[in-house]
């Protein structure tokens, strides 16, 4: 009797073992075959997400003569994005910026946070100490914020190689060193009252 009871705790414990060796080699079949089926479909995603990017880059990139390719001239809202939380729109103007375009090229029109920046460059910081005569002075603005308070600021108008790529652009501060950064002008919208 002893016999048959270790024999089916042995067989139970085997079954078990058996059971659960299946299931997770089972789920780590299936795991590779889930992250398998989703490298591919993020790949192919990527691919096509890269195709558009391309299309859309090319529809709207600027020639080496400075000219926009598919955008009409005009006035556009854009969103303005940098690499830095010390330089960027200001909070009224929601990440937005004010992008014209013209049969020369286009260039963007942002409002700061304040006035301590008080010049930006076309260019790295290192362009900058070299070139003054490219040096972008600042144009004083008013912002009106969602609670009615209002504030001057410093905007600058600065020219801009291609939409949706990220482009060189330095700033300089108050205590006069020069600082790079990068920005990005994207998602324009044409702005049907100008």
């Not at 042995?10 to 299931?23: M, N, R, S, T, Y």
């Not at 992250?35 to 090319?58: F, I, L, V």
């Not at 940098?82 to 200001?90: A, K, L, P, R, Y």
């Not at 005569?133 to 291609?162: H, L, R």
Request: aromatic content about 6%; overall charge negative; charged content about 20%.
């Amino acid at each position: 009797m002893k016999n048959i009871r270790c024999r089916a705790v042995a067989a139970l414990a085997a079954l078990a073992l058996v059971a659960f060796v299946g299931c997770s080699s089972g789920t780590a079949a299936s795991q590779a075959s889930t992250a398998s089926a989703s490298s591919a479909s993020s790949a192919s995603a990527a691919s096509a997400t890269a195709a558009a990017g391309s299309q859309s880059a090319a529809a709207s990139s600027v020639g080496t003569a400075g000219e926009a390719s598919e955008l009409q001239p005009g006035v556009y809202t854009v969103r303005f994005e940098t690499d830095s939380t010390m330089f960027h729109v200001n909070e009224a103007d929601e990440g937005k910026a004010r992008l014209t375009v013209a049969n020369d090229g286009m260039r963007v029109y942002f409002r700061l946070e304040s006035k301590k920046i008080v010049n930006v460059y076309p260019g790295t910081a290192e362009q900058a100490r070299a070139d003054e005569s490219g040096v972008v002075q600042p144009i004083t603005d008013t912002v009106t914020y969602s609670d009615g308070t209002q504030k001057e600021v410093y905007a600058f108008e600065v020219p801009v190689p291609a939409l949706d790529q990220e482009f060189d652009v330095a700033i300089l501060g108050e205590k006069g060193t020069w600082y790079d950064h990068m920005v990005s002008v994207s998602h324009p919208i044409q702005d049907e009252n100008r």
